[in-house]
């Protein structure tokens, strides 16, 4: 599907596409991993000795891989190219946040539903979303309870819940086609192109989505008051 997207995409080309063994036929500007966790490592070194920026788009692999990755080359660690699951991310932490504030206990979790063929459980976005209710609500890990179902064809459904006794909050994200997520790895091939360290997803969004939450985007006009004058303007 990626190198479907790339065929409408005047400003990219597919260098090569590669399965299982094979090796890189020519030097390209951005390689973009969708492989198996087995074969990050791999790949990093790759990267590393030839230069080429990276986007890793699998999950489950573990995070010594990076030890060099990064030092001549970008990489991007991106476990979901979609925006709107960064977007829900964010949502996450300010859920985790409320959950801190709130006058009485609250339990914190994430439900995630997959296709039967996933290998990974939990997904790389359950434990990214579990991570940013943690941090929001300052507590340990172990403290968000995170559930996996693999399903028929379902490509990808995440639901963070807040849960007390009076109330509940659910922020939920389902994915109806996987050309979402390559569309987001091109745009994420674009973004890492001749930076140089490791990023994540969250440095890729920063600049589309920061500006959604400071006060004055997120401050609501209050229904109850009357409307402000049109200023006229001579």
């Not at 599907?1 to 063994?21: F, I, K, T, Y």
């Not at 859920?95 to 439900?111: E, I, N, S």
């Not at 006060?215 to 009357?226: A, E, I, K, V």
Request: proline share 6%.
């Amino acid at each position: 599907m990626v190198a479907d997207a790339l065929e409408s995409s005047p400003d990219l080309e597919c260098a090569w596409q590669l399965g299982r063994g094979e090796q890189p036929p020519s030097d390209v500007d951005v390689a973009i991993d969708v492989s198996h966790p087995d074969a990050v490592a791999d790949h990093v070194h790759w990267a590393h000795e030839t230069a080429t920026d990276l986007v890793i788009g699998a999950s489950g692999w573990p995070p010594e891989s990076l030890r060099n990755g990064g030092r001549f080359s970008g990489v991007l660690i991106a476990p979901n190219f979609s925006l709107s699951v960064a977007l829900i991310r964010r949502f996450a932490a300010v859920l985790g946040g409320y959950a801190d504030r709130y006058p009485g206990p609250v339990d914190l979790a994430v439900t995630e539903t997959h296709h039967r063929a996933k290998v990974d459980s939990p997904s790389g976005t359950a434990t990214l979303l579990a991570a940013a209710l943690a941090n929001g609500a300052g507590r340990p890990s172990a403290d968000i309870a995170v559930s996996s179902l693999r399903l028929g064809a379902v490509v990808g459904t995440h639901d963070v819940r807040f849960e007390s006794a009076s109330e509940s909050i659910t922020v939920s994200h389902a994915a109806h086609s996987r050309e979402i997520f390559a569309d987001g790895a091109l745009a994420a091939a674009r973004w890492i192109h001749g930076r140089r360290g490791v990023f994540t997803v969250d440095d890729w969004a920063a600049d589309q989505l920061d500006g959604l939450f400071t006060t004055q985007s997120t401050r609501l006009p209050d229904p109850s008051l009357p409307a402000a004058p049109a200023q006229e303007h001579s």
